[in-house]
């Protein structure tokens, strides 16, 4: 009879020596969670009900505030994504999540630097995605 043991966290009893076996004894390591990976990003007014999606840039004026969808695999409150935009004059708040993206309030400022910027997601095991040139500030 084989017995399962999982192995879901580190610890020096854990160790096996290189070429040593385990006798009766499987040792299996669950499937590590699907990485992190930002698709698309959307921009949409305030309080409007629908929006439009860029696969590679979204545009807000500087001094307006606008809300961003920003659609992936990965994308958790329960895993801790976190959202940020490269360069200064940015604002995130009001964070809101669903199923497969994350809804954020980004407010420009009106002296912020026009062109692009990074938008980057980091989930608390530190999977990493960036939409390079992301946010396009005009």
């Known amino acids: 009879d084989t017995t399962a043991a999982y192995v879901e966290s580190f610890r020096e009893t854990d160790l096996v020596a290189a070429g040593a076996t385990a006798s009766g004894v499987d040792i299996v390591v669950p499937t590590a969670a699907a990485g992190l990976n930002a ?3 959307g921009v949409f007014e305030v309080g409007a009900t ?3 999606f860029g696969t590679s840039s979204v545009e807000i004026a500087r001094g307006q505030t ?3 969808v920003i659609v992936g695999t990965g994308v958790s409150q329960a895993r801790g994504t976190t959202v940020t935009i490269s360069g200064s004059g940015t604002t995130i708040s009001n964070v809101r999540f669903q199923d497969s993206f994350v809804v954020v309030r ?3 400022d009106s002296g912020a ?4 910027r990074n938008v980057t997601l980091t989930n608390s095991n530190l999977d990493t995605s960036v939409i390079t040139g992301g946010l396009f500030i005009r």
């Not at 630097?113 to 692009?116: F, K, L, R, V």
């Open 113 to 116: 630097a026009t062109g692009a």
């Open 39 to 41: 698709t698309e990003v």
């Open 66 to 68: 606008k809300e961003m």
């Open 50 to 52: 629908s929006f439009s």
């Open 106 to 108: 980004v407010a420009v």
